[in-house]
């Protein structure tokens, strides 16, 4: 099957057999499939498909074995996550081992070799096709550590533990704020049993927490599963942090509320995908009398998945900007 993505057609044109590749943060493409050998990836979704195929997938948090084939990062459009995969593969990869860029010229890639340049290590470029740039270089032991990225910042009277690639990296985002501001007013004390979905940085699972709910949190992004977990630790908060690919952790397990600032974008492109799940999926995954409550752009045509699954929803908050919405028995009552 030919390339669909425009960084792999590039390398479909510069690996024309099957190359046994080592692909770093790649997308979903179905050339992979058949040229790589190793995947390496902080997306849930990646990972199982991948090792649904019997192939060896690693998560940044796993230590890798030395490379059996060429490795290729594919450059994130995140600059500061690009920075990070460089530091992280140049710790865990031995000294000297090839290590090809791969990206889009919008999304950053050009920049590539200014990076590399001030990082010490080299750069040449091999090929440029359908608006994308691949450039080679290899590991070098660097002076800054890839735990260096981590960071904390104060919002909401919590201390918040956030990485680059997570959303709202080391700011608390406003549709979020005004999904608290709601909470606080309307969730009311008896609603325990608490899902927070796509937990970011963790701001709502230690919320819910600190008032004394028991939470669980998941994401399908390893960093915001990582920051989530540090975050409640920081505040010396207790919940259950899980990778999960929106419920797909979550077999049998049912809810008093679903709570969730769901994402719509994938890398620059809009994706309803995730969130048309969390709606359409929700009644399963709520005890009788429980709640589906999100937060989301006031453009996005969420009411209409709202209506189709629950039948009503109500509008708990706008602020023109944001809305927050509920739907479920309890909102129907």
Known sequence: MSAQTPACQLLERYFEEHADLWTIAPPQDAWLKTHADTLVSADQAILDAWRALGKSAYSPFDSLPAPTGPCVLFWPKAHRLGLWWLAWLCAELPNGTP????????????????????????????????????????????SQSPDDAWTEFSAA??????????????????????LLETLTQTLPPNVDNVLDMGCGDGV?????????????????????????????????????????????????????????????????????????????????????????????????????????????FTLLADNRRFRVYQAGLEALA
């Open 157 to 178: 009277g919590l201390s918040l533990a956030s990485h680059p690639g997570v959303f709202g990296h080391g700011k608390l985002d406003e549709g979020t704020a005004l």
């Open 204 to 312: 709502l699972a230690a919320s819910l927490a600190k008032q004394g709910r028991s939470v669980t949190a998941v994401d399908v992004n390893l960093f915001a599963v990582e920051a989530t977990r540090r975050t409640l630790s920081a505040n010396q908060l207790q919940g259950e942090v899980l990778a999960s690919d929106v419920y797909q952790a979550l077999a049998g397990r049912r809810f008093d509320a679903i709570i969730s600032n769901p994402p719509f974008h994938q890398e620059r492109a809009i994706d309803y995908g995730p969130t048309g799940r969390l709606i359409q999926e929700a009644p399963g995954y709520l005890r009788p009398g429980g709640r589906l409550i999100v937060v989301a752009n006031a453009f996005l045509p969420y009411p209409d998945l709202l209506e189709k699954t629950f039948g009503q």
């Open 99 to 142: 290590l090809a860029l791969v990206g889009e010229n919008h999304g950053g890639i050009k920049r590539v070799p200014k990076v590399l340049a001030e990082l010490g290590l080299q750069s040449d470029k091999l090929d440029s096709a359908r608006r994308c740039s691949l450039f080679v270089t290899r590991t070098a032991k660097l």
